[in-house]
Structures are given as C-alpha cells and as structure tokens.
C-alpha cells in the first residue's frame, strides 16, 4: 500500500510539472496596450501666441481686469462619447493687472507663484454637440491644478471650427478663496471672492487617425 501510494504520489507531481512546462512554453496571450489618443479622437492644439487668459473681479472701490499667458494646449475628444483629454497650461507668473504694486503681492501672497509657476486644465468630458465645421456651444468638464490643489470645474466653451483651424472662447468662475487662496481684501477694500475668467483660444484641428 506504500509503494502504491508513493508511486500515485510521484505520477501526480510529474504531472503538474509537466503542464506547468507547458504553460510555460506557451506563448504568453497579447497585451492590450492603451493609447493616450484614441483613432476616433479629434485634437484641438492652442497656439500660445493667439491664446491668452482674460480675468476680472469687482471690489468696493473698481473692477480690476488683468491677463496671462497661455504655455501649451491640448485638448482631444471622442465626438461620438465627449469623452476627452490633453491639457492646458497658464503660465501664473504673468500675470498682470496693470499696477505693479497689486501685481507684486498678487504673485508674492495671493498666488505664490514661485512655488506655484503654472495652473493646469486637464478636460475629461465635453457636454453637447461639437460641430464638425462651424460655430458651437457646449460645456467642457475637468480638473484645475491651482496654488498646489485640483479642483473639478465646468467652463462654457464657445468655438468655431474649420477643417484644419479652430478659434474658441472659455468662460468660468474661480472661488478663489473656497479654494484656499488668500483673500486680498483689508479694512479700506472689500473684493468679491470670485474671479470671472475668459480663455482666449485659436490653433490648429487635426484628426487622430
């Protein structure tokens, strides 16, 4: 009865390393490998020389209105899903208001921009129906990358698309001070806590495929 079973013992080990040889030999199934542009895709680049960031926010005393400039843009989306992705990046240290006194401790205290260079839009999903040629409205959702946090945001774009070119405008609110930045409001001036904020945008359309 030993030997019997010894021998039932060393049959089934033989047997489970032989058909792990076998898996082993085989080749291994292939990898599905993702790609950040899908051949669906269409891709919208800014052109940092035509693009520019518009903003202005109320005070007791004025409306201050101020600009920056756009580094690089992508934004690419599935037209058939609105599903999307890319991003947009402003440089915050050029920012610029006009006074070089309120620009100095915007970037000193309020912004940080030494620690906090760029604020980054990265899109994931596009609301409404995008023109293949002409004028369109629809909403674009993603997420801001501002003084050291991410924030979900909506923006109202507007665009109008040719074969090979697009122009486009994004309007949004930023609740700076909900998203912890430093209110630059003191006794003497009161400033809303909202900035409105118009993204100027033109580039170049090319499709994925």
């Known amino acids: 009865m030993k030997v019997s079973a010894t021998k039932s013992i060393s ?24 790609t950040s542009v899908a051949p669906s895709e269409l891709v919208l680049t800014l052109d940092p020389a035509q693009s520019k960031v518009h903003f202005n926010v109320d005070s007791t005393l004025h409306t201050v209105h101020g600009t920056f400039s756009v580094k690089s843009g992508t934004v690419h989306f599935d037209p058939q899903t609105g599903k999307a992705g890319g991003e947009i990046v402003v440089n915050a240290t ?16 309020i912004l940080e921009t030494k620690k906090y260079p760029d604020a980054v839009f990265h899109p994931s999903q596009i609301e409404g129906q995008v023109a293949s040629v002409g004028a369109c409205d629809v909403k674009l959702r993603g997420t801001i990358s501002l003084h050291g946090a991410d924030h979900e945001l909506t923006a109202l774009i507007h665009a109008n698309l040719s074969p090979d070119h697009w122009t486009g ?4 609110e930023v609740p700076y001070i909900t998203w912890g930045i430093k209110d630059p409001s003191n006794f003497f001036l009161k400033v809303k ?15 994925a495929k």
């Open 193 to 207: 806590p909202v900035v409105n904020v118009e993204l100027e945008m033109a580039g170049s359309l090319t499709s």
């Open 94 to 109: 050029s920012g610029d208001s006009g006074s070089t006194s309120r620009d100095a401790r915007m970037h000193k205290e």
């Open 11 to 34: 049959a089934s080990a033989v047997a489970v390393l032989a058909l792990a040889l076998f898996l082993s030999a085989a080749p291994a199934p292939p990898r599905h490998q993702e």
């Open 169 to 172: 405008t994004a309007n949004f």
